[in-house]
């Protein structure tokens, strides 16, 4: 099921990924007491990750990003603003994660089409 889709931003990119409130309240349940969780994330190739996603400790607005993480993630997989990501809750026990995760980059246009391409795909793309 997948919980959001965005586009990455400068700060998504160089410090933190900036998660919709709605998937905090929804899919990522916090312990009582704690400002953050410890998600496991499958890629699109199988690789196993770990993105701390926490909010604000005070205020009313929660603002839940991922940090703890997600900056490797970005640089292992050389993403750039603008990349799609998609954040999928699907539950893989053997490789032991709750979550999955997408991460698309706009290569062309063809006949009027956007043509997207999984990143890890990329290098098949790519003259």
Excluded at 4 to 31: C, G, W
Excluded at 94 to 111: D, L, S, W, Y
Aim: hydrophobic share 35%.
């Amino acid at each position: 099921m997948q919980l959001f889709s965005k586009f990455l931003t400068q700060t998504d990119v160089e410090r933190r990924l900036a998660v919709p409130t709605d998937a905090l309240r929804n899919h990522f349940k916090l312990s009582r007491g704690k400002h953050y969780v410890d998600l496991k994330v499958k890629d699109s190739i199988g690789q196993l990750w770990s993105f701390r996603c926490c909010t604000r400790r005070t205020g009313k607005h929660p603002k839940p990003v991922f940090s703890t993480g997600w900056h490797d993630f970005v640089r292992s997989k050389s993403l750039q603003i603008n990349d799609q990501v998609v954040f999928y809750k699907e539950r893989d026990r053997a490789a032991g994660a709750e979550f999955r995760i997408e991460v698309k980059r706009h290569i062309t246009r063809i006949m009027g089409r956007d043509i997207w391409v999984d990143v890890e795909q990329i290098q098949n793309y790519m003259p």
